[in-house]
T-cell receptor
Framework: EPEVTQTPSHQVTQMGQEVILRCVPI?????FYWYRQILGQKVEFLVS????????KSEIFDDQFSVERPDGSNFTLKIRSTKLEDSAMYFC??????????????FGDGTRLSIL | GDSVTQMEGPVTLSEEAFLTINCTYT??????LFWYVQYPGEGLQLLLK?????DKGSNKGFEATYRKETTSFHLEKGSVQVSDSAVYFC????????????FGKGTHLIIQP
């Protein structure tokens, strides 16, 4: 069964450094998403991406964050200048179509980001 | 805004016991409802879904019925196994057209042999 893959599984970064989290969505999917889960808290939506542009973003997704689909397979999340509170598990997801059309989102295993 | 409330865990049961994990929601419009499962060290896997009132989603012996009148989507299984030990998340896809899923806090299920 096709799956969403994320790399690396664990990233340790010094505060203030830039970090790029990578994802390869399922190949025939058109919508891509990033979520985060701070330890002990809910999984929170960050951003959705469709047709090479941001479709929707939450208030968490401020100017420190950006997303990109640099080629036909990868989907990346960049945090420009990391803060301690960015430490979390980051999940990438993809779907054939929008959830409003009853299409489920398929998640990767996540990248655990630790900011020192 | 949309919200999902799940019963607090951990929930500890013996093997072959009956399982219910409660989930209620608040949403505008007609949301889709999902249960995701996270096994230790792994990502979120879609367990089942229901897209309209009275729909029943089922998979791997788990079931959940979309109850619009009680705004609930409780997860049930008749006889749990040790391998069902995981964290279970109830999630809502907005009927209002928003892209992001709204998740509950998750319920940690522990099945003892």
């Amino acid at each position: 069964e096709p799956e969403v893959t994320q790399t690396p599984s664990h990233q340790v970064t010094q505060m203030g450094q830039e970090v790029i989290l990578r994802c390869v969505p399922i190949s025939n999917h058109l919508y891509f998403y990033w979520y985060r889960q701070i330890l002990g808290q809910k999984v929170e939506f960050l951003v959705s991406f469709y047709n090479n542009e941001i479709s929707e973003k939450s208030e968490i997704f401020d100017d420190q964050f950006s997303v990109e689909r640099p080629d036909g397979s990868n989907f990346t999340l960049k945090i420009r200048s990391t803060k301690l509170e960015d430490s979390a598990m980051y999940f990438c997801a993809s779907s054939v179509s929008r959830v409003a059309l009853n299409q489920p989102q398929h998640f990767g295993d996540g990248t655990r980001l630790s900011i020192l | 805004g949309d919200s999902v409330t799940q019963m607090e865990g951990p929930v500890t049961l013996s093997e072959e016991a009956f399982l219910t994990i409660n989930c209620t929601y608040t949403a505008t419009g007609y949301p889709s409802l999902f249960w995701y499962v996270q096994y230790p060290g792994e990502g979120l896997q879609l367990l089942l879904k229901a897209t309209k009132a009275d729909d029943k989603g089922s998979n791997k012996g788990f079931e959940a019925t979309y109850r619009k009148e009680t705004t609930s989507f409780h997860l049930e299984k008749g006889s749990v196994q040790v391998s069902d030990s995981a964290v279970y998340f109830c999630a809502l896809g907005s009927g209002g057209g928003a892209d992001g899923l709204t998740f509950g806090k998750g319920t940690h299920l522990i099945i003892q042999p």
